[in-house]
């Protein structure tokens, strides 16, 4: 599966973005999906994931309350609605798919798009 994310931008605090992670092939929905961000000099972390049908989601506990992430399989779409940003949030936002449950670590992963800058400015 190739996957592209997307809706990135520059935001100030207190706003919100949605981001979109577009899929290729018929079997996104049998792909758990999540989206990771990576800070400059800092390693990649996880925010949240989604099983394949949208029902099980999971949060990293910085973002809880804040992000919320869906699919919509028939469009071969994820996103991440993202709400009360803070500075600390920007980073570049990657998606990434895989089979089975919804993994919580990179390494989980099979499949990653290229990322997409978000900004917070304070």
Do not use: I
Not at 24 to 42: C, D, E, L, N, V
Not at 48 to 73: E, I
Not at 99 to 109: D, E, S, V
């Amino acid at each position: 599966v190739q996957l592209q994310a997307s809706g990135g931008g520059l935001v100030q605090a207190g706003g919100s973005l949605r981001l979109s992670c577009a899929a290729s092939g018929r079997t996104f929905s049998t792909y758990a999906m999540g989206w990771f961000r990576q800070a400059p000099g800092k390693e990649r972390e996880f925010v949240a994931a989604s099983s394949w049908s949208g029902d099980s989601t999971h949060y990293a506990d910085s973002v809880k309350g804040r992000f919320t992430v869906s699919r919509d399989n028939a469009k071969n779409t994820m996103y991440l609605q993202m709400n009360s940003l803070k500075p600390e949030d920007t980073a570049v936002y990657y998606c990434a798919a895989r089979f089975g449950p919804p993994g919580l670590t990179t390494a989980q992963y099979n499949f990653w798009g290229q990322g997409t800058q978000v900004t917070v400015s304070s």
